[in-house]
Structure formats: structure tokens, C-alpha cells
């Protein structure tokens, strides 16, 4: 890595914002593009973080300046089985009806700990995968609060659940357009990153629409995008605990193909 005064030799003139601290300007350089210029810094290809959805990372980015472990992989642990567990609720398996086990899993799991890996990532210093696990942590623990008596959410509206319905929908609706957000700042990233998220998108969205309608197939529909979601988690978050250090069962991933960035 090499300290520069100016891009002027760059190829490409690109603004974006990287997945880590804000970058206000990245320009390539080199017969290749084999030098990426990240706001007057010089690296080589290779000195950059890759896309990855195990690090939740969505585009090239400096590597972190101090050494922490990776928090991605334990917030898509909170995220995917939070999320599991709810879709199968949601689906209705084995005739459940009664969802409040996942109350405790997500206050603790994929509230708590999801938050607590987001602040981790902050303190690495990726704005991306701080800003989406304190997010979800903190849509965890909200949504937990509806099924808890002393937080009178449910009482409010014991008069008016047709209130209660609409306003859930809203609620769900608003995290939609955050995720929708997400995705755009991830569409250079993998397929499995961005399966994640857009299953995800497509679940808030029919739930939204089955509390504001009633629909029993609306409901079902948007537990099996929850599944699906959370698959997609479950697979990136393997990704980012497994090495061949300690297994044999290293799983493929599948970048997407950037246009406009010369190779």
C-alpha cells in the first residue's frame, strides 16, 4: 500500500462507499486496472477485502487496522436461526400455533447478540455490516416486545385489532424499504449475499400484507421466504467460520459479476 497526492493516472472515475469506513472517491490505475485508488491511497487488488458474504462485506475495501475476529459470522448466526425458527412457526409446522419459545430467542439471540456483533463490526470499522446487524438486532428485540404483556403493545389495540393488523403491516413495510436499501449497497457483492437479503425483502413484505389483509397463504408464503432467507444466512455464515485449518467442507462462492470495472 502506497500513499498518493492524486488520482491522475487513474483509468476509471468512480463515487461509491465501500462496506467499511466511508470512501468518497475510488479510482483505478495500471495497464490492468491492477491498482485500486481508495481516497488517495494506493493498493494492489489483492491488499483489499474481497466481496464476501461470511464477512458480510459488500465490495473491495481496506482490510481493518486492528485485528479483531470475525463478528460477522456470529450476527448471521443470530440472524439465520431467529429467522429459522420464526419461518417454521409462521408455516405452521407440526400444527404450531402457539409462538412464544421464540420470545426469549429474540430478545437474547438474534436481538442481543446480533446488536452486540453489529457494534463489533462498527469498532472494525465496517459501516455496512454494523449498520445491518444493529439494525435486525434491534428489529428483533422490537418485534419481541409485541408478544410481552408488560409492554402493553398487543393491549393497546384489544379494541381495534383490525388497527393492530395495519399498523404490524406498516411496521414491517418500513423495514422492507430499509432493506431495500441494503441491497442496493450490495449488488457487487455475491449471490448469496444478495439472496439473503432479497429473500428477506420479499418475507417482510408478504407479512406485511397478510397482518393487513388476514390472508392464512399470505402468512405461509412469507415463513417459507423466512426459511429460504435464513438458509441464505445459515450458507454465509459457514462461509465466514469455515477454513481449511478446520474442515474439509470449504463451501463455494459465487461473485457477482461487476460491469464498468475493467479487469
Not at 438474534?110 to 446487524?133: C, D, I, R
Not at 379494541?159 to 411496521?171: I, K, M, R, S, V
Not at 436499501?181 to 448469496?192: H, V
Amino acid at each position: 500500500m502506497s500513499s498518493i497526492d492524486s488520482p491522475m493516472n487513474s483509468k476509471t472515475n468512480l463515487s461509491i462507499s465501500s462496506g467499511s469506513l466511508p470512501v468518497k472517491q475510488v479510482t483505478y490505475s495500471g495497464d490492468r486496472n491492477e491498482y485500486v485508488i481508495i481516497d488517495n491511497k494506493k493498493y494492489l487488488r489483492h491488499e483489499l477485502m474481497q466481496a464476501f458474504g461470511g464477512t458480510f462485506n459488500p465490495g473491495l475495501a481496506p482490510y481493518p487496522k486492528h485485528k479483531f475476529a470475525n463478528a460477522a459470522a456470529l450476527g448471521l448466526a443470530a440472524f439465520s436461526i431467529t429467522t429459522f425458527t420464526l419461518g417454521l412457526y409462521t408455516v405452521g409446522a407440526m400444527g404450531i400455533k402457539i409462538s412464544s419459545v421464540i420470545v426469549g430467542l429474540c430478545f437474547f439471540f438474534g436481538g442481543a447478540v446480533q446488536f452486540l456483533a453489529g457494534v463489533w463490526e462498527m469498532a472494525a470499522g465496517s459501516t455496512f455490516a454494523g449498520t445491518a446487524f444493529i439494525s435486525y438486532g434491534s428489529f428483533w428485540i422490537t418485534y419481541a416486545t409485541m408478544s410481552v404483556e408488560a409492554f402493553g403493545v398487543a393491549a393497546a389495540y384489544k379494541d381495534e385489532p383490525e388497527q393492530f393488523g395495519n399498523a404490524l403491516g406498516f411496521y414491517l413495510i418500513g423495514w422492507g424499504l430499509f432493506t431495500v436499501m441494503m441491497i442496493m449497497c450490495s449488488l457487487k457483492s455475491t449471490f448469496e449475499f444478495v439472496g439473503l437479503l432479497t429473500t428477506l425483502l420479499l418475507a417482510f413484505l408478504l407479512l406485511a400484507a397478510a397482518n393487513m389483509t388476514g390472508s392464512a397463504s399470505v402468512t405461509k408464503a412469507g415463513g417459507v421466504l423466512c426459511l429460504i432467507s435464513a438458509s441464505f444466512g445459515f450458507y454465509n455464515m459457514y462461509s465466514g467460520i469455515a477454513n481449511e485449518q478446520n474442515t474439509y467442507f470449504i463451501l463455494p462462492s459465487f461473485p457477482i459479476p461487476v460491469y464498468g470495472d475493467s479487469k
